[in-house]
T-cell receptor, first 111, second 114 residues
């Protein structure tokens, strides 16, 4: 199971794009990249996932490098409510007991 | 559509007492999970279930038992609580079929063991 590396914290001005990086250099071909976030002490919330192609949904965009060794989560217009811990996880489609939540990146959005 | 519901939300126990945390999901998901989260740490998997009547150990199963008698419910039991089990417990569920397996989490249950 691929290990991911994320910066412990980042800041972003409200209204600007927040770009959260993640390194997953040991990811295997059948492993997805998943992003979740946890606001304060609430339960983690799913954001987006991808395998090879870039993905976009109503919450965010996910850019995966061609070699799949790293990815970036983009929140296009960050708001104060996006302040949270963001988890990047690399894991298989099945066997989701293998999804390892690390300590993530604490994103602080400031006015 | 409530999603994943955990009860109780808060509980204080004395060392040696027992209790059960209940997780209920209304999404007809096959897979269910129990995680714990300690301050400043990520989530660690305690036990999980891939279907009604099945359970399996996760990363930190010691001191806990689980049961999945009904597809929609996943119970986490502490037979003899210890202060080291003071934590926030999260239940999650997922569809468990083909393709990416996305987890839906409950709001958490905060347990304090004195």
């Amino acid at each position: 199971d691929a290990k991911t590396t994320q910066p412990p914290s980042m800041d972003c001005a409200e209204g600007r794009a927040a770009n959260l990086p993640c390194n997953h250099s040991t990811i295997s071909g059948n492993e997805y990249v998943y992003w979740y976030r946890q606001i304060h002490s609430q339960g983690p919330q799913y954001i987006i996932h991808g395998l090879k192609n870039n993905e976009t949904n109503e919450m965010a965009s996910l850019i995966i490098t061609e070699d799949r060794k790293s990815s970036t989560l983009i929140l296009p217009h960050a708001t104060l409510r996006d302040t949270a811990v963001y988890y990047c996880i690399a894991g298989p489609a099945y066997n989701t007991d293998k999804l390892i939540f690390g300590t993530g990146t604490r994103l602080q959005v400031f006015p | 559509n409530a999603g994943v519901t955990q009860t109780p939300k808060f509980r204080v126990l004395k060392t040696g007492q027992s209790m059960t945390l209940l997780c209920a999901q209304d999404m007809n998901h096959e897979y269910m999970y129990w995680y714990r989260q300690d301050p400043g740490m990520g989530l660690r998997l305690i036990h999980y279930s891939v279907g009604e009547g099945t359970t399996a150990k996760g990363e930190v199963p010691d001191g806990y038992n689980v049961s999945r008698l009904k597809k929609q419910n996943f119970l986490l039991g502490l037979e003899s609580a210890a202060p080291s089990q003071t934590s926030v417990y999260f239940c999650a569920s997922s569809y468990g079929q083909s393709g990416a397996n996305v987890l839906t989490f409950g709001a958490g249950s905060r347990l304090t063991v004195l």
